[in-house]
Nanobody, 117 residues
Framework: QVQLVESGGGLVQPGGSLRLSCAAS????????MGWYRQAPGKQRELVAR???????NYADSVKGRFTISRDNAKNTVYLQMNSLKAEDTVVYFC???????????WGQGIQVSVDS
């Protein structure tokens, strides 16, 4: 059974930083494509960043230069370092694990990030 458990969300001031973590179990983590997505109310879930088993990364244009995704295969954990946070980054973030880019993969329960002064 796949489990993805997110942590590290919360409230931060504009310009601040947060680091999200996603601990995975029940998957072949080292071979998995790990990603972070986010979803605002009434909108579709969108890709924020993903990292392949090779270490190659992809980012949404809106977060390039501000967010960094990384993985620790020894800990079965993927991270999202978020710097220079903006009010528009205020949404629920979801961890995703998949074996390829075709299927939807598995999802975490989601974690709230709020950017507000």
């Amino acid at each position: 059974q796949v489990q993805l458990v997110e942590s590290g969300g919360g409230l931060v001031q504009p310009g601040g930083s947060l680091r999200l973590s996603c601990a995975a179990s029940g998957i072949k983590f080292i071979r998995s494509i790990m990603g972070w997505y986010r979803q605002a109310p009434g909108k579709q879930r969108e890709l924020v960043a993903r990292i392949f088993s090779s270490g190659i990364t992809n980012y949404a244009d809106s977060v390039k230069g501000r967010f960094t995704i990384s993985r620790d295969n020894a800990k079965n954990t993927v991270y999202l370092q978020m710097n220079s946070l903006k009010a528009e980054d205020t949404v629920v973030y979801f961890c995703n694990a998949r074996s390829n880019l075709i299927g939807p993969g598995s999802w975490g329960q989601g974690i709230q990030v709020s950017v507000d002064s």
